[in-house]
Nanobody
């Protein structure tokens, strides 16, 4: 039905930038798309999401540093991360909520499709 594949993770120094990409197969144009992350010993948390109509939500911890965007023509989702900090270290996941009805959703349980994740490690 829908498959999501993340790419772009890696090991970077604090203060640097990194861009994550999510390639989707199947129809996601009417879905809310999101990036989540999970650090060792912590619960999975929303980083940012964007609705089918372009409404965007950012977690307070990444506001003014990260930028989420989607390209309907290429069926992709991106996360531009600037001024990275060690506390940004986590596995980052792409997710799709096909029943969002144009709303931003921040709960893990709202999303019905997930990628396998990509590791981002920020060293000090």
């Amino acid at each position: 039905q829908v498959q999501l594949v993340e790419s772009g993770g890696g090991l970077v120094q604090a203060g640097s930038s990194l861009t994550l990409s999510c390639s989707a197969s199947g129809r996601v144009s009417s879905s809310t798309m999101a990036w989540f992350r999970q650090a060792p010993g912590k619960e999975r948390e929303v980083v940012a999401c964007v609705t089918s109509g372009g409404t965007i939500y950012y977690a307070d911890s990444v506001k003014r540093r990260f930028t989420i965007s989607r390209d309907a023509r290429k069926n992709t989702l991106e996360l531009r991360m600037d001024s990275l900090k060690p506390e940004d270290t986590a596995v980052y996941y792409c997710a799709a909520d096909t029943n969002a009805w144009g709303r931003t959703t921040t709960r893990v349980s709202s999303y019905d499709y997930w990628g396998q994740g990509t590791q981002v490690t920020v060293s000090s």
